[in-house]
């Protein structure tokens, strides 16, 4: 089955520095990608879809300087988060619909951020 | 714009009890319906997804849903459960023709020895 990977699967950093976050389609192509942000016991929150070959589009109320997503080929995408604070500690997860399904996402496993 | 509400934050149960885990959603248009599962630390899993056709669908791990389109519910069900199935669920709505999910608050399951 079509499988997502992230990396890494937690990161701790100290406030100030920045870190990025692997997202990969690893048997299909996307083309799309969605990151989300989950603050414990609370839902996922679509944070921007990323695109390939053009800029991402970021979801109201959040920072696109602060969390640089880039999307540069059909099997990768990363989120970087720039000046990273303790507010900014969250489960970070991506997902990816099957190129040519309508309707199916497949998610990552999530990367736990922990700024320090 | 759509919306999903899961009225239950928590539901305790019984092993091998039935449990229904409850879901709403509003959208001005014609909608796919998921649950997934999320378990500790980790990322989701799709437990059933309703996209066309017959009102009940079945899913992995013995679940089931049922849309109900008048309600505009797709609630959750399991008719025994078992330790393995303490997580977090939660329900999903994607629009046709729009690729983005909104997720309701999730439900926790906890299920009693």
């Known amino acids: ?8 699967s937690r990161v701790i950093c100290k406030s100030g520095t920045s870190v990025k976050i692997e997202c990969r389609s690893l048997d299909f192509q996307a083309t799309t990608m969605f990151w989300y942000r989950q603050f414990p016991k609370q839902s996922l929150m679509l944070m921007a879809t990323s695109n390939e070959g053009s800029k991402a589009t970021y979801e ?3 920072e696109k300087d602060k969390f640089l997503i880039n999307h540069a080929s059909l099997t990768l995408s990363t989120l970087t988060v720039t000046s990273a604070h303790p507010e900014d500690s969250s489960f970070y997860i991506c997902s990816a619909p099957r190129t040519g399904s309508t309707y199916e996402q497949y998610f990552g496993p999530g990367t ?3 700024v320090t | 714009a759509q919306s999903v ?3 239950d934050s928590q539901v305790p149960v019984f092993e091998e009890a039935p449990v229904e885990l409850r879901c709403n959603y ?4 014609s909608v796919y319906l998921f649950w997934y599962v999320q378990y500790p630390n980790q990322g989701l899993q799709l437990l059933l997804k309703y996209l066309s056709g017959s009102t009940l669908v079945k899913g992995i791990n013995g679940f089931e849903a049922e849309f109900n389109k008048s309600q505009t519910s797709f609630h959750l069900r399991k008719p025994s459960v078992h330790i393995s199935d303490t997580a977090e669920y939660f329900c999903a709505v994607k629009d046709f023709g ?9 439900t926790r399951l906890t299920i009693i020895p």
């Not at chain 1, 089955?1 to 890494?8: K, Y």
């Not at chain 2, 729009?98 to 999730?106: A, D, I, R, S, W």
């Open chain 1, 112 to 114: 736990r951020l922990t």
């Open chain 1, 1 to 8: 089955g079509a499988v997502v990977s992230q990396h890494p």
């Open chain 2, 98 to 106: 729009n690729e983005k999910l909104t997720f309701g608050t999730g």
């Open chain 2, 5 to 7: 509400t899961q009225l």
């Open chain 1, 60 to 62: 109201q109320g959040v």
């Open chain 2, 26 to 29: 509003s959208s001005s248009v």
